[in-house]
């Protein structure tokens, strides 16, 4: 009898231990999804900071004709990126490997690439003194022909990013799987 009415009791109470871990799992994944879903909105916001300062063109006509790389100046963008890059990475290390923080990251990498082939190109219209030196720079004709090629690169990164961007934002609205 004794066996009996432990065996009943083990088959009454497990199920009910199964359901309270069940709840448990399910409240742990709706606070970790909801932890996800709002580590992805914040990094979707701070990129689009990036977003507006930068130009994106549609073809390479539209950026032929204007040649302009970025609504604001190389050091306000240098600025903008470390800011967003501190913001951004403990984020996506809080997200779990998925194709939203790959997007995530790539969008960002691509603003970085675009930042680092800018730098090369860039000259501010103000020149310190104390930098000048005395030796002068030569530079060949391949040189030129390099440089003359890079403000494409960056545009062609700018226009990664927006994709990298914009597909992270359809994946969080669910227009995109």
Known sequence: M??????????????MAAYGQSVARAQNLIY???????AGASSIAALKRLDKDVFVYRSLGDFEESGRLA????????NDLQAVTAEIEPLLNRLPDS???????????SY??????????YQPRVVNAATLTSMEITRTQSDEVFL??????????????????????????????
Do not use: C
Not at 6 to 12: E, G, N, R, T, V
Not at 71 to 78: A, G
Not at 112 to 121: E, P
Not at 148 to 153: L, Q
């Open 99 to 109: 194709r939203l923080k790959a997007e995530i990251s790539n969008a960002l990498d």
């Open 32 to 38: 970790q999804t909801s932890d996800d879903q709002l």
């Open 71 to 78: 609504r604001v100046s190389f050091e306000v963008f240098k």
């Open 2 to 15: 004794n066996a009996s009415l432990a065996l009943l009791f083990i088959l009454s109470v497990a199920p």
């Open 112 to 121: 970085r690439d675009g930042a680092f082939w800018w730098r090369k190109v």
């Open 148 to 177: 003359a090629t890079v403000p494409y690169t960056v545009a062609i990164h700018w226009r990664q990013a927006s994709k990298y961007l914009r597909r992270a934002e359809e994946m969080m609205n669910g227009t995109r799987k």
